[in-house]
């Protein structure tokens, strides 16, 4: 989206896109503490958030991100300030690394920062891209029960990785296979990935006192769902962009001590970048990694 409209952000040229980064320190900067040359790191996808709330106001939300509000990282070097990195966990390689600042990081903050996921609880995961497969595989280390929609090769693809349940997108009924895979119950946490009208069958499939995790928004900025399902199960919304430094050095902590591995779907010299734009297009299963070498 911002490679080909700007998303709305105030970009000044010459921009170098990106927001996910995993590299070694070769440089640091006059009285620098924590990293030493030689380190493993990757970037945070929104620098200026720490922890707590969200910086900014009702008016003028933040979101100053890398590869947006600030330069990107799809370089072979970059300089920026030290808070802006955390230690990679040793077990994943830089390909693998590369995935947890935005991909990761969003659906551990969803699931585990937000929604306090419980062993038990149902998950329904929408699709098989970045956020939705880490969705799957942080909610089955948090013990929950995991039902991944999408298509039928890729859901094939998400019972080895420890889906419970799968729902043939193209052939059954979201909401209704939800039902029926829960005896009515519904999903204790829902993550969202489409936006849109979509946002209604999110309402409609989620238990009472569910929580619907407002994720994607591949079918725009507008969102509709219907008002009585909403108010009557007593649902909670999350509107999720990312989440702060604190909770990426969480899901770090999480990663070195479960074994999780990214799922990458493909990888790409930096010189074939359209190649990798376009295998996004057509929607990967997991991660899409471009190597600077």
Known sequence: MVTE???GLPLAFPF???SDLSGTVVALGEGVTGFDLGDHVISTFTPDWTDGLRPGDARTPAYRTLGGYYPGVLAEHVAFPAGWFVHAPPSLSHAEAATLPCA???AWFALVERGRVRPGEVVLVEGTGGVSLFALQIAKAHG???IVSGSAAKIARARDL???HVIDRHEADLVESVYEITGDRGADHVLEIVGGAHLGKAVNAVAVGGHVHQIGSLEG???SAPLMPLLLKDVTVHGIA????????DLVRAVRTTGLRPVIDSRYPLAELPAAFDALDRGPFGKIVVEMR
């Open 5 to 7: 409209s700007g998303r």
């Open 16 to 18: 170098t896109p990106g």
């Open 144 to 146: 929950a029960e995991v």
């Open 242 to 249: 990312t989440g702060h430094r604190r909770a990426l050095r």
């Open 104 to 106: 990761g990081l969003t």
């Open 221 to 223: 900025f507008e969102f």
């Open 162 to 164: 420890g889906a419970d």
